[in-house]
């Protein structure tokens, strides 16, 4: 029993002496990022249309909204030459049982965006 206490005290002892030597600490400091003068450029974000199961495929096409002058001109990275063409495309890939169809669309300025149609 005294040796039990004497090592009590004793840890108890060593905790305070820890206690009171201990400095507290500061976080580092983080180093900020200056921020540059121009603006970011603008990028054209990919449009994802999300499409209910048993949509049809004639269906799909209208639910595709392009602007006055832009075309697609592309389904699933595959070049078509007409909107029929592109029509018929979206029309057979759609007919599949789920997956994605990739549309690239070109505006009448020559830019392009993405549209992305989830099927399920």
């Known amino acids: ?14 905790c305070v002496m820890f206690l009171v030597r201990l400095e507290p600490t500061r976080p580092a ?20 249309v999300d499409v209910a199961p048993g949509v049809r ?8 909204r392009l602007l006055p002058g832009e075309r697609v001109v592309a389904v699933d ?6 909107d029929l063409a592109a029509g018929a495309a979206i029309s057979n890939r ?21 549209v992305l149609v989830l099927l399920h």
Not at 105 to 110: K, M, V
């Open 1 to 14: 029993m005294f040796l039990f206490r004497s090592l009590t005290i004793g840890l108890l002892g060593a």
């Open 29 to 48: 400091p983080v180093p900020t990022i200056a921020m540059t003068e121009s603006p970011p450029v603008p990028t054209a974000a990919a449009t994802i």
């Open 57 to 64: 495929g004639a269906e799909v096409t209208a639910l595709i």
């Open 77 to 82: 990275d595959r070049r078509v030459e007409t």
């Open 94 to 114: 759609v007919n599949g049982a789920g997956g994605y169809v990739d549309l690239d669309i070109q505006t009448s300025d020559g830019l392009h965006r993405r």
